[in-house]
């Protein structure tokens, strides 16, 4: 399967600051997706990120907070912006790998963001 | 639309006890089912999957079988491990939508 990265890991950010996050992959995929995991909750999709178009943006998630870029097939960027409190989460990066199956999705380690 | 339920947690087991995490689903269509596992302070790593009606998914000592007629695909394990603490969320998909995971079920082993 497609080997993932994020950076940074963790970070612990004041109130109204911005964070990017990266993504990279081992691989050139066509699909990308970023998702929040909130304490204790499930995974929920904020957008998808395919490389030369605009991200697609899932309901309640909107690009001014949350702006996307997608350069190449193999990189992407997350910024949390206006950080407030509730932004603390893990934010997952996660690819569809075209070599074993488009069905599955496979993630990175996840950032886990902690906003005093 | 499509949901996913699973049993609730946590769940806390002795060492090589039986395992069964309970997994059911709403699509439409014939979705592909998945199992992913997250171990703490870490991502999703999948563990197992099927992607049509009776496949059995199996890694690990993990297995699950894609049963349509009851819209279940539970997860089990013979003999859990103090290293299979962990929590598992069940997902489906269907025809390259996004992915709706359940809720998880937070899974403690004790020596």
């Known amino acids: 399967s497609a080997v993932i990265s994020q950076k940074p890991s963790r970070d612990i950010c004041q109130r109204g600051t911005s964070l990017t996050i990266q993504c990279q992959v081992d691989?050139?995929?066509?699909?990308m997706f970023w998702y929040r995991q909130q304490p204790g909750q499930s995974l929920t999709l904020i957008a998808t990120?395919?490389?030369?178009?605009?991200?697609?943006?899932e309901s309640g998630f909107v690009i001014d907070k949350f702006p996307i870029s997608r350069p190449n097939l193999t990189f992407s960027t997350l910024t949390v912006s206006n950080m407030s409190p509730e932004d603390s989460s893990i934010y997952l990066c996660?690819?569809?790998?075209?070599?074993?199956?488009?069905?599955?999705?496979?993630f990175g380690p996840g950032t886990r963001l902690l906003v005093l | 639309g499509n949901s996913v339920t699973q049993m609730e947690g946590p769940v806390t087991l002795s060492e090589e006890a039986f395992l069964t995490i309970n997994c059911t689903y709403t699509?439409?269509?014939?979705?592909?089912l998945f199992w992913y596992v997250q171990y703490p302070g870490e991502g999703l790593q999948l563990l197992l999957k099927?992607?049509?009606?009776?496949d059995k998914g199996s890694n690990k000592g993990f297995e699950a079988t894609y049963r349509k007629e009851t819209t279940s695909f539970h997860l089990e394990k013979g003999s859990v491990q103090v290293s299979d603490s962990a929590v598992y969320f069940c997902a489906l998909r269907t025809s390259y939508d996004k992915v709706i995971f359940g809720p998880g079920t937070s899974l403690s082993v004790i020596p």
């Open positions: 990120a395919n490389q030369g178009s605009e991200a697609t943006y």
């Open positions: 099927a992607t049509k009606a009776d």
């Open positions: 691989s050139q995929v066509t699909m």
């Open positions: 996660s690819v569809e790998d075209g070599r074993q199956s488009r069905e599955t999705q496979y």
């Open positions: 699509a439409t269509g014939y979705p592909s």
